[in-house]
């Protein structure tokens, strides 16, 4: 079963339980108290009842101090549930805000441990100084356990809607990301190069937009692939929505898994 996580402020949680529903995968939501023992005895659970978690985007505690950092500091509560539960294998999604959190909470890039007491990442506010809402184009570079129902260098389109997404990271964990293959998406063109604005749409430091942990089972991207789950949600004509493979990867997964 996957674990919806929200919490005040988050938005997009509905999409995301949606899509998995619609593949008929058990899914359910669940506050963050609920995991760090701050709600009712009845009402209390243990991660370890889930095989994965999900962090939807939104804007987790009006995104105070800066996006994700309330509800990546209150995540690190349970930090050493986390660590076992990633070294089991099973996995942790973060979209949008969900990838500030996992950031915030240390538990992207995941190269120094499975979660790092400090932030190693910053998702931080969009060059144009504003918020950014539109579809935009990725490339797969590398696979994951999220991606690996996606072609290898394929080119998707996906939309955004953030206003602090701009990846910043050290020289050293940036050739890390690079040595261990990390790197999931990457900012493009239409035609699948590189470029700036607007296809790169926060400035974010070689076009970065989504990356794992070393082992595949821990992902953060900015783009949302649940609001194209449908191809009717498109702006152009496909067959299938460009998002659905990315529920359908983590499904695989976690059934070959089990």
Do not use: W
Not at 20 to 43: D, I, N, R, S
Not at 96 to 123: M, R, W, Y
Not at 178 to 189: A, H, L, M, T, W
Not at 231 to 244: C, F, M, V
């Amino acid at each position: 079963m996957i674990a919806i996580l929200r919490m005040e402020g988050t938005n997009n949680e509905e999409d995301i339980y949606n899509a998995f529903a619609a593949l008929k995968y058990p899914v359910e939501m669940v506050h963050l108290k609920q995991f760090t023992g701050e709600a009712k005895k009845e009402l209390e659970k243990s991660i370890f009842d889930y095989d994965g978690i999900m962090i939807p985007g939104g804007f987790s505690a009006g995104d105070y101090i800066r996006a994700g950092a309330i509800f990546g500091a209150r995540l690190k509560k349970i930090s050493k549930e986390l660590k076992e539960f990633v070294r089991e294998g099973r996995i942790i999604g973060g979209i949008c805000n969900g990838f500030q959190v996992l950031t915030e909470a240390g538990l992207l890039p995941g190269i120094d441990d499975v979660i790092v007491s400090k932030p190693q990442i910053s998702l931080g506010v969009n060059d144009s100084g504003r918020f950014e809402c539109r579809h935009i184009f990725l490339k797969h570079e590398n696979k994951c356990f999220f991606t690996e129902k996606y072609e290898k260098n394929e080119i998707l389109q996906v939309p955004i809607a953030h206003a602090e997404g701009k990846f910043i990271t050290s020289k050293r964990i940036l050739e890390k990301l690079k040595e261990n293959g990390q790197i999931i998406f990457r900012y493009v063109n239409r035609n699948g190069e590189y470029a700036g604005y607007p296809f790169n749409p926060n400035g974010s430091m070689e076009n970065i937009a989504g990356i794992s942990n070393p082992e595949g089972n821990v992902f953060g991207m900015m783009p949302h692939p649940e609001r194209v789950f449908y191809p009717y949600l498109h702006q152009e004509k496909k067959k299938t929505g460009d998002g659905r493979r990315f529920f359908e990867s983590i499904i695989e997964y976690l059934r070959r898994r089990i």
